[in-house]
């Protein structure tokens, strides 16, 4: 099976309160994306990642809060301490609250096996994506050419918050959830729009 784990942010994140933050610093463990050659740019869809095994089984992404239980066939990829959050994979079943968007979805559509997708469509929250019908998006397909290139990337790795604001500005006005890197196939960090409403005592929000 694929295993796609909650995709840090690239910023570092502090918790107060209850509350996050992020912070202008890059989390150290992500900044090698900025000088690998394979690290592509790619568009973040707002809806509800699925999964369709090398078995030819669906799943779908499941959120467990602080405290509840595992439910059966629950397949656990990352456990958030800070929030007591688990995420991970659920098999197909009737539990699924967009299984009728799912079966939508699923009509003249043919799936690569081991692969991740995203559902959207006009129920899916709130349907940023402005679509007529639910659909099935193959994760890390559509790379987001309005973004700077490795090498401008690269000579702003102290002032990188300051530098992509204006670039995140053009995607919230085209109702774009935000950006995904990619490296070596697999994605590796991501960064939101909403993510800009959240800097701790820091003039990017001004």
Partial sequence: ???????????????????????????????DLF????????????????LY???GNWFYRKTLKKGQAEPKGFILLTFDENTGKSFGW??????????????????????????SYELVGPKINNNHENLDSHKLILHGLDLEE??????????????????????????EEK?????VFWKNGKPYAKLRTKDFYHFKNDEVNK
Avoid: W
């Fill in 1 to 31: 099976m694929v295993i796609i784990k909650k995709i840090p942010v690239l910023f570092n994140i502090c918790f107060e309160d209850g509350n996050y933050y992020l912070l202008k610093t890059i989390n150290k463990d992500l900044l």
């Fill in 35 to 50: 000088y690998d050659e394979t690290t592509r740019v790619t568009r973040k869809y707002d809806g509800t990642a699925m």
């Fill in 53 to 55: 095994d090398k078995n």
């Fill in 90 to 115: 659920m098999p197909m079943d009737n539990n699924f609250g967009y299984k009728k968007a799912f079966e939508e979805a699923l009509v003249n559509f043919v799936p690569e096996k081991d692969k």
């Fill in 146 to 171: 309005d973004f700077p290139s490795l090498e401008e990337m690269q000579k702003h790795t102290e002032d990188f918050a300051d530098f992509i604001r204006p670039y995140f500005k053009n995607l």
């Fill in 175 to 179: 109702h774009i959830e935000g950006i």
